[in-house]
């Protein structure tokens, strides 16, 4: 494991951050923003080799390893690329929400795609400079705003930044872009 991550650390990740400082994210349009150059690309590989599951229980598809492999392995990356690390490091907070806090039913129904990476989660910030809320917009017929109570909405298109939310804490989970 470690020199699997050494070798994506070094050939993918570290690489980016300069491209990532002068590019930034991109508005595309009122429901996608584009990531530097390599971040989807350096995702991939890491859901492909499994890493999103490293430590998390085998029956929603994750690899069962020790949470200290998971921890040594976040290390290796956020020294890496602290920027790039927040994609599969806002999954892991959802996957633990869910995994502590709901039921059985939603348990089986979120857990195997976030896991494998085919979802992933984001945060929904109370930011009171921002003068809008999610509850004020609508996507694909499903209201935006997951926080009524730990239920996760999917949405059709991954959420792509920190919105401003009317509770302090929420989280949603979607699937990811080319999924």
Request: charged share 15%; aromatic share 10%.
């Amino acid at each position: 494991m470690i020199d699997e991550t050494t070798k994506l650390c070094h050939n993918e990740l570290e690489p980016m951050n300069m491209i990532a400082d002068s590019e930034g994210c991109t508005w595309v349009d009122e429901y996608n923003t584009k990531t530097p150059t390599g971040f989807k690309e350096a995702y991939d590989i890491y859901v492909e080799s499994g890493w999103q599951g490293l430590s998390f229980p085998p029956a929603y598809g994750g690899q069962g390893m020790p949470m200290s492999m998971a921890l040594i392995q976040s290390e290796m990356i956020a020294a890496a690329n602290w920027t790039w690390l927040m994609f599969p490091g806002l999954s892991k907070g959802a996957i633990n929400t869910i995994y502590s806090h709901c039921t059985d039913e939603l348990k089986e129904k979120w857990l195997p795609p976030l896991v494998s990476g085919e979802f992933t989660g984001t945060m929904c910030l109370t930011e009171p400079q921002v003068r809008t809320t999610l509850t004020s917009r609508r996507r694909g017929g499903a209201a935006a705003h997951p926080c009524h109570g730990l239920h996760p909405v999917p949405y059709p298109q991954p959420p792509t930044a920190a919105a401003a939310a009317s509770t302090p804490f929420c989280f949603s989970a979607a699937p990811t872009l080319g999924k």
